[in-house]
């Protein structure tokens, strides 16, 4: 079966997958010239069924370095044989104790803009007419399950639409439209989302298994849903929904500061 087919098919070759993945790591360099793979920006790595998931954590002024740095340990990751994803998540974070800095704008979530420009403020979607966010104050009042209503009501009237669930410890939207494993990954960086009921649908329970705790921290959570955005071939789309975590923390507010709504759905009881 392999390593990796063990692996996958929930073996016991958990560490030898993930010195795998580090070797696949040692030709990355990091924006001071030591290898990725020994660097301590590098997290846990951790590895479920094909999708390979870790972040790199790294001062505020030098994220704009750590780019390039992200793209190509993604990039190396997948070269790997047996590999079918790689989710590679650049977070942000400050000294404990020290003063926040002006920091570069994140990934742009839009069209790549010219080489070394950051949007400034809301962006709108290439290729997505409306982008439309379900919310609520509080967990368990039917919110997942009204954005899958809307998303299958919107398609049953003909319309393209794209489901996005950005909850991202505790992910629904996978069971609901019955996907699972990881997204096809084509057209260079960009991930294919799976299409049930004519819906596309991207979610973190399809990078990582159900019952795998994701022990993420603001900035990486911030992270991992800017590339859930800017990173899927979403387009062409009438309408994209994104499925809310509850309250109104880090991913609320990145996501009002970062993506052009075109308007907000709140579900309360």
């Known amino acids: 079966m392999g390593l990796f087919g063990k692996l996958f098919g929930g073996g016991e070759a958990q560490g030898e997958a993930v010195a795998v993945i580090r070797a696949a790591l040692e030709t990355i360099m990091t924006p001071q010239g030591a290898p990725l793979a020994a660097s ?7 590895v479920q069924d094909g999708a390979v998931t870790f972040s790199l954590t790294v001062p505020p002024a ?20 047996g590999v079918k994803s790689a989710t590679v998540v650049l977070a942000a974070e400050h000294a ?18 010219a080489a070394g420009a950051r949007p400034a403020g809301p962006q709108a979607l290439a290729g997505v007419a409306a982008v439309v966010a379900v919310a609520s104050g509080k967990g368990g009042v039917g919110k997942s399950t009204t954005a899958a209503n809307l998303a299958v009501a919107a398609a049953q009237m ?50 990582v ?13 911030v992270s991992a849903l800017s590339q859930m955005i800017g990173e899927i071939e979403w387009a062409p789309l009438d309408l994209l929904l994104i499925d809310m975590p509850p309250g ?15 308007g907000a759905v709140i579900v309360s009881t």
């Open 40 to 46: 301590r920006a590098l997290s846990e790595i951790l």
């Open 248 to 262: 109104t923390g880090d991913i609320q507010l990145s996501l009002a500061q970062r993506v052009a709504l075109t």
């Open 96 to 113: 404990a104790g020290s003063a926040p800095k002006a920091r570069p704008q994140s990934a742009p979530l839009a069209a790549t803009p």
């Open 209 to 221: 298994k159900e019952e795998t705790p994701v022990a993420w921290r603001g900035p990486m959570v």
């Open 158 to 207: 003909g319309l393209k639409v794209g489901l996005l669930d950005a909850d991202i410890y505790g992910p629904s939207v996978p069971r609901l439209f019955g996907v699972s494993g990881p997204p096809e990954i084509v057209k260079g960086k960009k991930t294919v989302p799976p299409e049930a009921h004519g819906i596309k649908v991207m979610s973190m329970g399809l990078l």
């Open 62 to 81: 030098e994220a704009d370095l750590w780019f390039p740095v992200r793209d190509a340990a993604e990039k190396a990751v997948r070269s790997v044989r």
